[in-house]
């Protein structure tokens, strides 16, 4: 198991790192409301390269200068996500390219700042709402059914997703 730890430990408000199990390195929540405001340490070299996204640009503005609906850069939604699952065989659904290895950056670059439906490549699936696309991973806030939870994820770990 892995750990993030804040370097204060006197403002620990409940970091954990989440693994289900051995095939779920690369994948990270955070359980604070606004993860830019403390420093988290990464205590094992099985994350190495996998780092959370750059703070947002000053005054909160995604690169680009478009504000997302609702709010800051850094902020979770102010609403639940859709009330439906979507089909994978749904017009819109995009996938990983047949024998390519993670989804193209470029691909989903669109869904920033939009509900995201993602399916992981380990058969899991849930509504997110991306604040950062790299060129290994993506960032933002999954619903977790009843409330927004601050996460990261390789780009080889989505199989397939739709945003609206």
Do not use: H
Not at 95 to 102: E, N
């Amino acid at each position: 198991m892995n750990y993030f730890y804040p370097d204060d430990l006197d403002e620990f408000e409940g970091v954990r790192f989440f693994r289900e199990y051995e095939g779920d390195v690369g994948e990270y929540e955070i359980e604070v409301l606004n993860p830019y405001e403390q420093n988290f340490t990464v205590m094992d070299d099985e994350t190495r390269g996998f780092m959370p996204p750059p703070r947002p640009p000053s005054g909160n503005m995604p690169p680009g200068g478009n504000m997302p609906p609702g709010g800051s850069s850094s902020q979770a939604p102010k609403s639940a996500p859709p009330p439906y699952i979507p089909s994978k065989t749904q017009k819109g659904v995009k996938s990983m390219a047949p024998g390519a290895k993670a989804v193209d950056p470029g691909s989903i670059r669109p869904c920033l700042f939009r509900f995201t439906y993602i399916w992981q490549t380990n058969g899991r699936g849930y509504w997110a709402y991306l604040t950062y696309i790299g060129p290994r991973s993506l960032a933002g806030w999954r619903w977790m059914g009843w409330r927004w939870i601050y996460f990261g994820l390789d780009l080889n770990r989505v199989e397939s997703f739709y945003c609206i």
